[in-house]
């Protein structure tokens, strides 16, 4: 899936890979959670409202109540690509986010995930 069509997934859609892939590797929802709220600034009972809603991935971006400006100091690959030079603003803060979950599923300690 590329350019525009994934932006009109919706984020409960793939919310559940979020999850099982964490939780593959001995991490847990709450953690997934933790770390899409530091993203976004959305409260865990906002997040919940936003899956509820079936929010796309454009709309749940757009509105974000606070996207952490430490997101720009995120690097690394996903899919083989460098997120930092990912220059639509969408598609960027989706390979954050995936990047962030990587990061936790691979063991990274949560304080470094949320760059702290």
């Not at 847990?28 to 409260?43: H, N, P, R």
């Not at 974000?64 to 996903?78: E, Y």
Request: aromatic residues 8%; charged residues 30%.
């Amino acid at each position: 899936m590329t350019g525009h069509r994934i932006y009109s997934v919706s984020v409960a859609s793939v919310y559940p890979h979020y999850v099982a892939k964490a939780e593959r590797k001995g991490r847990t929802k709450a953690e997934v959670d933790e770390i899409i709220c530091w993203l976004t600034g959305y409260s865990p009972a906002a997040l919940n409202e936003q899956l509820t809603n079936k929010t796309s991935f454009e709309d749940f971006f757009a509105q974000a109540p606070g996207m952490n400006p430490a997101r720009t100091s995120i690097k690394g690959t996903v899919c083989g690509v460098r997120v930092e030079t990912i220059e639509e603003p969408t598609m960027r803060e989706i390979r954050y986010l995936d990047k962030l979950i990587d990061e936790r599923a691979k063991g990274k300690a949560m304080e470094k995930i949320l760059r702290g």
